[in-house]
């Protein structure tokens, strides 16, 4: 990719607004800047990485297009690490785009998307999992995966994959020595404590795999299905949990046809609850359609609430949800509290042994606190990794470690059994370029395509 070109884009999204920025980067920025450009008074030469308030004009007509506020970052001191020019125009749409097309005019070219970010990436501002992190923290959807992005941003994974590819560039230089091993030479370090670095190392890169569940969890969430029987409640829930009025609620059993469905924020996980139609044997067509969905969606929630009407004696409809979803991760909730109980604990113990039902009153509030902390556990599934210090959030990274760890084991192997130095080293020389291939030391253009291609136009 050719970096000495000039390129530019709007920075802010579509539509009208207070201000919309457009972004130019490259050799050319600062020549735009003097071509477009009249400030307001005569400020002297424009001074780095100041604002100056001014109009930005035609060349050709000589006229004002817009009043705006533009700043001069010259290189290195930049986001792209190239000389930026930030123009703050007017928000809207045709000022933007006529502005834009003076920049392009003027000798830029329009940016591809993520380009800023690709551009900061090659010019050794970030590296490959900081830019990562620049996409997860435009779209996070919590304070918690925020606080995971702008560990990323800040180099945490990056430093501790740095750690990472010491020991085995450490341990590559041990197998080199034994490779190079000549009578006269230093002494070779031994085998089995080769071996032991390795485990060590092995041991390291699993570490950070296991937390790669909590941290897809904080960045893309879970979806919770509510189902049971119509009448119970399930809509009431929705409702109650989201705190506004999302689905319809009648006394009329099979009142919900499709999904609804919303996110709330769990501890810092974005959950989605999703409320599906009553199951019961019927023979309408909507109805029985939207049960049928109900049965498919089940296969892909996270977690399943059953819920029951605590206020009816146990129906034939309940025990086919509790069947139907026997073996997946379920809550079992009881509604109605606020009504005088007609269904036992001892009756589902019996079906449901080793689950605990939580009773609940949807209607008027109760319980809601106790059903997140159960959603929030089940989520969890009692891991113990959950709150380490670095989270993986990214599945190319996740990928990447899997594939290094399974090297560096096949190599521990290896010099286990005593072989040739030159097969252990080979497996390691890969594994370090997986660990590469993480912070963009080793990374196919195609996969740089692929990564800078979900940035938007302007980033
Ligand atoms: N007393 C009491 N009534 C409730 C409670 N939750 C829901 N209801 C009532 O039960 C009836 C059915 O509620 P919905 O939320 O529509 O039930 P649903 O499970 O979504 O029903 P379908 O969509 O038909 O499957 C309504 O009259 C609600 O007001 C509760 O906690 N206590
Ligand atoms: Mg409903």
């Known amino acids: 990719m050719a970096t000495e070109d000039t390129i530019a884009a709007i920075a802010t999204p579509k539509g009208v607004g207070g201000i919309g920025i457009i972004r130019v980067s490259g050799a050319k920025a600062e020549e735009i800047c003097h071509l477009l450009f009249r400030p307001g008074k005569d400020a002297g030469p424009l001074k780095n990485r100041y604002l100056y308030h001014g109009t930005i004009i035609s060349p050709e007509t000589d006229k004002g297009i817009d009043e705006v506020l533009i700043s001069l970052m010259r290189k290195p001191h930049s986001y792209t690490g190239e000389d930026t020019l930030e123009i703050n125009c007017h928000g809207g749409p045709l000022i933007l785009e006529t502005v834009l097309n003076e920049v392009i005019k003027a000798g830029a070219r329009p940016a591809l998307p993520g380009e800023f970010t ?138 919900t046809r499709d999904f609804i469905e919303e996110a709330i924020n769990i501890r810092g996980m974005p959950v989605n609850f999703i409320d599906t139609a009553g199951i019961r044997d019927v023979n309408a067509v909507v109805e029985k359609e939207g049960i049928g969905l109900v049965w498919e969606k089940a296969e892909s929630a996270d977690i399943i609430i059953v819920l029951l009407d605590g206020s009816a004696k146990l129906a034939g409809e309940d025990l086919e949800v509790i069947e139907g979803n026997r073996g997946r991760k379920i809550a079992l909730v009881v509604n109605k509290s ?117 940035f938007c136009i302007g980033k």
Request: with cysteine; aromatic share 4%.
């Open 338 to 454: 606020d009504l005088p109980a007609k269904l036992k604990n001892r009756e589902l113990e019996k079906i449901l042994p080793c689950i605990t039902p939580l009773w609940i009153s949807a209607k008027y509030g109760r319980g809601m606190d106790e059903l997140k902390e159960k959603i929030y556990v089940l989520a969890c599934d009692n891991d113990d990794d959950f709150g380490s210090d670095i989270v993986l959030t990214n599945l190319r990274h996740k990928l990447a470690l899997e594939k290094s760890a399974e090297l560096l084991a096949q190599a521990g192997d290896t010099i286990k059994k005593d072989l040739s130095p030159e097969l252990p080293a080979l497996d390691i020389r890969e594994s370090l370029d997986c660990l590469g291939e993480i912070v963009g030391i080793t990374t196919d253009e195609d996969i740089l395509n692929e990564i800078f291609s979900k």
């Open 118 to 255: 690709r551009r900061a990436f090659m010019n050794n501002r970030i590296d490959l999992s900081q830019a990562e992190a620049i996409i997860d923290l435009i779209s996070v959807k919590t304070d918690k995966g925020l606080n995971l992005a702008l560990s990323h941003l800040r180099g945490d994974l990056s430093k501790k994959i740095g750690r990472l590819r010491e020991s085995l560039i450490e341990i590559l230089a041990h197998l080199e020595t034994a490779i190079d091993f000549t009578d006269d030479d230093i002494e070779p370090v031994p085998y089995a404590e080769i071996s032991g670095k390795i485990e060590n190392s092995t041991q390291n890169i699993r570490e950070i795999l296991s937390t790669y569940r909590e941290g897809k969890l904080y960045r893309d969430g879970l979806n919770v299905l509510i189902t049971g029987k119509p009448n119970v409640g399930k809509s009431s829930l929705l409702n109650r949990l989201l705190g506004e009025k999302r689905a319809i609620v009648t006394s009329v059993p099979g009142t």
